[in-house]
C-alpha cells in the first residue's frame, strides 16, 4: 500500500529535528577557558609569593642558605646566615665581635649542646691558657675538686672577685684546654662555662657553654676547628 504524506510534513519534520539539536558547548580547550586557567595560576603564584615575603618580613631572618660577609679586624669572614646568634642583616659590615651559635655532640652520651661563640680582635681578650699562669694560680683555694677525667678542678677564693668559680685544666698540656666555670645560680640549672682562645691572626673566640661539656674536653677544638676553619677564622 502507498504510503500518502500530507505536502510540507518533511519540512515540519526537518525544523523539529533542527530545533531540537542541543547548541554547541564550550571545550576545556577553548581560548576563554585557557586564559582562565592561566589567570588563576598567576594569581594563585602571586599569593603564595605575597605569602612568603609577608614570613620573611615577620621574621627578620635571612634565607638559612646565605652567607653573609663580616669584617673584624683585619680578617674578613663568610659566615653561613643560621649561625649567627641574633638576626643578621644580609649586607657587609664591619663588626667589633660577631656572635655566633652552634649546636654539637658535646654533652653527656654525645647530647646536644649549645656552644655560644664569640670572634673578637685579639687585642681584646688574653687566652685562658695564658690567665691560667698569670691569674688563676694565684687565686686558687686549697681545695681540689674532683670531675671529668683528666681535668683538675680549683675552686677560686672569694676575695679575688672570683666568688663561686672555679677553674678546670689539663695540667699535662702545654697548650692546656681551661675553662672558667660559674656555679648554677639555681637548682636544676647547669653551670656556665667560658674559655678564650686565639685563632687565626688577629682573631680570638670566647666559647661559652654548659658545664657538663666538660666531659667532652678532649674533643671541643676538634668540633669547632672545622666550623672556624671555614668561616675564615683559622
Known sequence: MACHLEPG???????????????????????????GAIAISVGLVALGFAYLIDAAGRSGQPPSDVVLTRSLGAAKLQIPAAWFREDAQASDAFSKQVDLRFSLPLGPKKAIRTVDVTLLPRSRVRPSAVLLDGVYLHQFEQEELSGPPGLIGKPMVAAGGFANETVWYDALSPSPFVAKCSAPLAEGVSGKCLRT??????????????????GAWQSFDAQLKPLMERIGAL
Request: charged share 15%.
Open 9 to 35: 510534513a518533511l519540512v515540519n519534520s526537518a525544523t523539529t529535528g533542527t530545533a531540537r539539536r542541543p547548541a554547541p558547548r564550550q571545550t576545556a580547550h577553548s581560548p576563554a577557558f585557557a586564559l
Open 197 to 214: 682562645v686565639y685563632l687565626g691572626p688577629g682573631l680570638a673566640a670566647v666559647y661559652g657553654f654548659d658545664e657538663d661539656v666538660l
